[in-house]
């Protein structure tokens, strides 16, 4: 089945760190895949996404490169800001399948 | 700004009510989704709908059930709420095709 792994957390970080969340996944077909962010009180939010291997999806000074080779699809931030504390879920939806899968998520906690 | 509407942000219900989760979208969005969300097993699909009056069970159907009588409202129902079914509940739309989900705020309940 499709399923998503990703780095077990808390994560916490020095503002202005660099960050990588790890995201590995196994899917049949070809997957589009994406991470999502959220927001303490909050649902989630469409952070960045890639379609197909070798994309990179970029927003917000998050990047993630479509990995077929390594299955993989991880988040990184060259510097976090304390406003980018939130958690992050790794997902992936098949193409025609509307089922996304989610990973477990990773709580993220910027410190001044 | 297109939006994915739940109803309630928190709900208190007793043990053996029935309970009714309403979501609004207003994107014209052929998909619906209801998930719930719990610390350390991220989300978990309950329910999907693909299309007005069609649903299909997701990974945790037990003790829901769901009902989209127009195209721009899903509805969650719990037919005797249970304790173990406190929890965030976010609801979902997206276009056919798999290009990303938009969510709601979630509606945090709490069964006593």
């Known amino acids: 089945g499709n399923s998503v792994t990703q780095m077990e957390g808390p994560v916490t970080l020095s503002e202005e760190a660099f960050l990588t969340i790890n995201c590995t996944y196994t899917?049949?077909?070809?997957?589009?895949l994406f991470w999502y962010v959220q927001y303490p009180g909050e649902g989630l939010q469409l952070l960045l996404k890639?379609?197909?291997?070798?994309d990179k999806g970029s927003n917000k000074g998050f990047e993630a490169t479509y990995r077929k080779e390594t299955t993989s699809f991880h988040l990184e931030k060259g510097s976090v800001q304390v406003s980018d504390s939130a958690v992050y879920f790794c997902?992936?939806?098949?193409?025609?399948?509307?089922?996304?899968?989610f990973g477990a998520g990773t709580r993220l906690t910027v410190k001044p | 700004d297109v939006k994915v509407t739940q109803s309630s942000r928190y709900l208190v219900k007793r043990t053996g009510e029935k309970v009714f989760l309403e979501c609004v979208q207003d994107m014209d969005h052929e998909n619906m989704f209801w998930y719930r969300q719990d610390p350390g097993l991220g989300l978990r699909l309950i329910y999907f709908?693909?299309?007005?009056?069609?649903?299909e069970k997701g990974d945790i159907p037990e003790g829901y059930s769901v009902s989209r009588e127009k195209k721009e409202r899903f509805s969650l129902i719990l037919e005797s709420a249970s304790t173990n079914q406190t929890s965030m509940y976010l609801c979902?739309?997206?276009?056919?095709?798999?290009?990303?989900?938009?969510f709601g705020s979630g509606t945090r309940l709490t069964v006593v």
């Open positions: 997902a992936l939806s098949v193409y025609n399948n509307n089922d996304m899968r």
């Open positions: 899917a049949t077909g070809y997957p589009s």
């Open positions: 890639a379609t197909k291997a070798d």
């Open positions: 709908s693909y299309d007005v009056k069609m649903k």
């Open positions: 979902a739309s997206s276009l056919k095709g798999g290009y990303g989900y938009t």
